[in-house]
């Protein structure tokens, strides 16, 4: 077997993108697909930490003599004003332009445009935006009650993963309709073979409900972005929660 190639992926579209992580990555390609944004490319950096590292190194990459653009996007975590600063700081660093605020354009060669989610007055990461577009979803009533539950059996999660395993849970719930939804209609098929005594429809789901009271990163919020083009939405894109995005990501 050859040695992994780690060099960095080329730039190929004149506005770029930077995110934290994969689930990230996945979630804005999506959202980008639904906008009809084509000439945006998403740069995952490994976790907010890497942004220091990894900025940087942009204008070494293959192809960054195309760019007029670029969008920086970071969780507010528990202080909103402190991550848009540290975006500030290393702007700063590679003598760079810096909005004066989120959603401003600072312009220059290139063009810097910061969002942090959920806002700059709000703490929070993406998986609120998320969370917040499924708020009338009668699973979420479930999810709610079970974190109540957790709490009533003095299992409480800290306030900066409880977003994530609330993610987990709903998916969770999902997780159920589609694997049940699956053996419904194979039970309506001629040659129908029972499934075995343990039903996965059953069982995979209540694993990733349990592991929702103990998970932390990764999770499969990117993935589950990529099925909003199906009927049953996993996140909203038409929700509001989601306006504050589509409005940065036409601003690039």
């Given at each position: 077997?050859?040695?992994?190639?780690?060099?960095?992926?080329?730039?190929v579209?004149?506005?770029?993108?930077?995110?934290?992580g994969?689930?990230?990555?996945?979630?804005?390609n999506?959202?980008?697909?639904?906008?009809?944004?084509?000439d945006?490319?998403?740069?995952?950096?490994?976790?907010?930490?890497?942004f220091?590292?990894d900025?940087?190194?942009?204008?070494?990459?293959?192809?960054?003599?195309?760019?007029?653009?670029?969008?920086?996007?970071?969780?507010?975590?528990?202080?909103?004003?402190?991550a848009?600063q540290?975006?500030?700081?290393?702007?700063?660093?590679?003598?760079?332009?810096?909005?004066n605020?989120p959603?401003?354009?600072?312009?220059?060669?290139?063009?810097?445009t910061?969002?942090?989610?959920?806002?700059?007055?709000?703490?929070?990461?993406i998986e609120?935006?998320?969370?917040?577009?499924?708020?009338?979803?009668?699973?979420?009533?479930c999810?709610?009650?079970?974190?109540?539950?957790?709490e009533?059996?003095?299992?409480?999660?800290?306030?900066?993963?409880?977003?994530?395993a609330?993610?987990?849970?709903?998916?969770?719930?999902?997780?159920?309709?589609?694997?049940?939804?699956?053996?419904?209609?194979?039970?309506?098929?001629?040659?129908?073979?029972?499934s075995?005594?343990i039903?996965?429809?059953?069982?995979?789901?209540?694993?990733?409900?349990?592991?929702a009271?103990?998970y932390?990163?990764?999770?499969?919020?990117?993935?589950?972005?990529?099925?909003?083009?199906?009927g049953?939405?996993?996140?909203?894109?038409?929700?509001?929660?989601?306006?504050?995005?589509?409005?940065?990501?036409?601003?690039?």
């Amino acid at each position: 077997m050859g040695k992994k190639d780690n060099a960095p992926t080329p730039i190929v579209k004149p506005k770029i993108l930077l995110v934290e992580g994969m689930d990230e990555f996945n979630l804005f390609n999506e959202l980008l697909n639904e906008l009809n944004l084509r000439d945006i490319q998403v740069i995952e950096v490994g976790g907010k930490d890497k942004f220091a590292k990894d900025m940087p190194q942009l204008p070494v990459r293959t192809g960054f003599e195309i760019v007029t653009s670029i969008g920086i996007v970071r969780d507010a975590d528990n202080n909103p004003q402190a991550a848009f600063q540290s975006i500030r700081g290393i702007l700063h660093s590679m003598q760079y332009p810096e909005p004066n605020a989120p959603l401003e354009t600072a312009h220059g060669s290139p063009n810097i445009t910061i969002m942090i989610v959920p806002d700059i007055d709000k703490t929070g990461m993406i998986e609120d935006i998320c969370l917040n577009s499924v708020a009338d979803d009668n699973a979420m009533i479930c999810v709610n009650q079970y974190f109540e539950c957790l709490e009533l059996q003095q299992r409480v999660l800290a306030a900066n993963v409880m977003p994530k395993a609330r993610v987990r849970a709903f998916l969770a719930s999902r997780e159920w309709l589609e694997i049940a939804h699956f053996e419904y209609l194979q039970r309506c098929l001629e040659n129908y073979e029972p499934s075995p005594p343990i039903s996965p429809a059953t069982v995979i789901p209540k694993v990733h409900a349990f592991l929702a009271s103990r998970y932390t990163p990764n999770l499969d919020l990117g993935i589950a972005a990529q099925k909003s083009d199906q009927g049953d939405r996993y996140w909203q894109f038409d929700h509001p929660a989601f306006d504050k995005i589509k409005e940065f990501l036409r601003m690039l």
